[in-house]
T-cell receptor, first 114, second 115 residues
Framework: KQEVTQIPAALSVPEGENLVLNCSFTDSAIYNLQWFRQDPGKGLTSLLLIQSSQREQTSGRLNASLDKSSGRSTLYIAASQPGDSATYLCAVRPYDFGNEKLTFGTGTRLTIIP | GAVVSQHPSWVICKSGTSVKIECRSLDFQATTMFWYRQFPKQSLMLMATSNEGSKATYEQGVEKDKFLINHASLTLSTLTVTSAHPEDSSFYIC???????????FGSGTQLSVL
């Protein structure tokens, strides 16, 4: 059974700093990995999707990396802003044809201090 | 980008009543939708996979008679919480896959509070 863990569970950093969020998964047979953002009481917004054959994806100040063999992914946020405060979730999709189920991590609650 | 509309965003009901939550894909067709449940400060737990035109597939431990799922069209899935009790109070989120981009798009969620 796939298990996805995110460390740390919570993180507070001053505005402007660069930061890294970590995601680890136990079964490396994945199809892709996604990073999501969730604001309090809201749904999820997809930030980046990395296919299993890719090493990283970038969007603006965000960069996500994937090391499938070691079961790890990182989300790098550059020049953090107060608007980045949210909970960040990673999720993996298994490498089963037609299986679109995602297993979510426990999330990292990020607070950017102005 | 693709949009998934979930309604209502919040609902308060009395114990024993039933509540229906709708999930619509607005600009794409979704043969498969997913329903998740999220407790405070916890991650999303998949409840069931909703398949258009067929029965939903429930995850282990999820009561199918309590959480009725109907996926009557390629753009609409509904989750009905039957005979709701306080322990059913939770945040429910749906998602739908746009097969053209291989991304899952999520609804804005429904906060259910059962008194």
């Amino acid at each position: 059974k796939q298990e996805v863990t995110q460390i740390p569970a919570a993180l507070s950093v001053p505005e402007g700093e660069n930061l890294v969020l970590n995601c680890s998964f136990t079964d490396s047979a994945i199809y892709n990995l996604q990073w999501f953002r969730q604001d309090p009481g809201k749904g999820l917004t997809s930030l980046l999707l990395i296919q299993s054959s890719q090493r990283e994806q970038t969007s603006g100040r965000l960069n996500a990396s994937l090391d499938k063999s070691s079961g790890r992914s990182t989300l790098y946020i550059a020049a953090s802003q107060p608007g980045d405060s949210a909970t960040y979730l990673c999720a993996v999709r298994p490498y089963d044809f037609g299986n679109e189920k995602l297993t979510f991590g426990t999330g990292t609650r990020l607070t950017i201090i102005p | 980008g693709a949009v998934v509309s979930q309604h209502p965003s919040w609902v308060i009901c009395k114990s024993g009543t039933s509540v229906k939550i709708e999930c619509r894909s607005l600009d794409f067709q979704a043969t498969t939708m997913f329903w998740y449940r999220q407790f405070p400060k916890q991650s999303l737990m998949l409840m069931a996979t909703s398949n258009e035109g067929s029965k939903a597939t429930y995850e282990q431990g999820v009561e199918k008679d309590k959480f009725l799922i109907n996926h009557a069209s390629l753009t609409l899935s509904t989750l009905t919480v039957t005979s709701a009790h306080p322990e059913d109070s939770s945040f429910y989120i749906c998602s739908a896959q746009d097969s053209g981009v291989e991304k899952l798009f999520f609804g804005s969620g429904t906060q259910l509070s059962v008194l």
